[in-house]
């Protein structure tokens, strides 16, 4: 297989698991207000991903892989809140260990990669265009 | 005088072109023994091109179901676009070389 069309492979591996994080980053940030409906229940736990160096054969180089979906095992927060069902005898329900703020970092950083992917796979196509104009 | 090195040219050519001509049949059939015609050549692009093809057209099929990642897609099609590219770039210069050597006056 051709280099550059080696590269724009391992550049879409490079998407795919940038959009696989941003789809971690979103459910993340949709569950940041998910509480327990009973004293006894769990609040939404906050989800990391891993990405993975893997070989691909057909490829011959290493593509970015997908790890691991894995769960952040930190403190969950509290708030006062005792008409909330959730809340347990002292009136306090356990909030999900999510901060929006790291949330929305994770996904510009997430964005900014996935450009960079798609600029590595447009430059590689651009180039073999050239390339095969020249015989124009 | 004039006419008379015109002539000269022309038998000079064709003295030239006679005794070519054994040798130069030779090694034209020897050649085309051993490497690959032109329309074998051809037939291997045009098959890498539309081999391309099915599977970009396989993904978009994917991708209307919503099994495959858009990425890939996009992949899949640019790859078959630029194999088509290729073998037709060939096959233009190939072919305008071959009218080039037909439209020589011998």
């Known amino acids: ?136 | 005088m004039a006419i008379n090195s015109i002539a000269d040219a022309i038998s000079a050519y064709s003295n030239a072109a006679k005794s070519l001509g054994t040798p130069a049949a030779d090694s034209g059939s020897d050649t085309g023994a051993a490497g690959p015609s032109f329309a074998s050549m051809l037939q291997d692009g045009a098959k890498a091109a539309i081999d391309s093809g099915k599977k970009s057209e396989e993904m978009s099929k994917q991708a209307i179901t919503g099994k495959a990642d858009i990425p890939d897609v996009v992949a899949a099609v640019s790859n078959a676009e630029l194999t088509l590219q290729t073998v037709v770039a060939v096959r233009d210069k190939v072919v305008s070389a071959y009218n080039d050597i037909l439209k020589m006056s011998f």
């Open chain 1, 1 to 136: 297989m051709d280099d550059l069309n080696k590269t724009s492979l391992i550049g879409v591996s490079g998407m795919k698991a940038q959009s696989e994080r941003l789809r971690v980053v979103s459910e993340n940030l949709a569950n940041a207000d998910s509480l327990p409906t009973s004293p006894d229940q769990q609040p939404y736990r906050r989800k990391v991903l891993t990405f993975r160096n893997v070989l691909d054969k057909q490829v011959g180089a290493d593509v970015v892989k997908i790890a691991k979906v894995d769960v952040d095992r930190s403190e969950f927060q509290k708030k006062f809140d005792p008409k909330h069902p959730g809340a347990d005898s002292d009136g306090y329900v356990l909030t999900p260990n999510v901060n929006p703020l790291i949330e929305l970092m994770d996904m510009r950083e997430a964005q900014r990669s996935y450009e960079a992917n798609l600029n590595v796979v447009n430059v590689s196509k651009t180039m073999l265009t050239r390339t095969v104009d020249m015989l124009r």
